[in-house]
Nanobody
């Protein structure tokens, strides 16, 4: 049973940087498409960035060029590097994994229509001066 644990959240100033980690246990991550999602107070959960099982990358337009997703199979971990975050990036960041979804964009955009294999508990990111 795949389990995911996020870490690395915290308070960051606008224009700063932060790296989130999504560490998997119970199974290797290679067969899974893994995505980062976020939820701001009072808003719906939304996709941020996803990486498919064959390392295809997808970024939502509102983070493209600022955030970077990567995968370290040796550490069984997926990362999300936040560069130049802005106050509107504040929220709880979650990672999720699924074996049936093999396209990064579908993973990011269709979360409300699927029950993914695993979700982490989330890590809070606050972007403020």
């Amino acid at each position: 049973q795949l389990q995911l644990v996020e870490s690395g959240g915290g308070l960051v100033q606008p224009g700063g940087s932060l790296r989130l980690s999504c560490e998997a246990s119970g199974s290797a991550i290679e067969p899974y498409t893994i995505g980062w999602f976020r939820q701001a107070p009072g808003k719906e959960r939304e996709g941020v960035s996803c990486i498919s099982n064959d390392a295809d990358l997808y970024y939502e337009p509102y983070v493209k060029g600022r955030f970077t997703i990567s995968r370290d199979t040796a550490k069984n971990t997926v990362y999300l590097q936040l560069n130049n975050p802005q106050p509107e990036d504040t929220g709880v960041y979650y990672c999720a994994a699924d074996r049936a979804v093999t396209t990064a964009q579908i993973m990011c955009d269709m979360a409300q229509f699927f029950t993914y294999n695993a979700w982490g508990q989330g890590t809070q990111v606050t972007v403020s001066r």
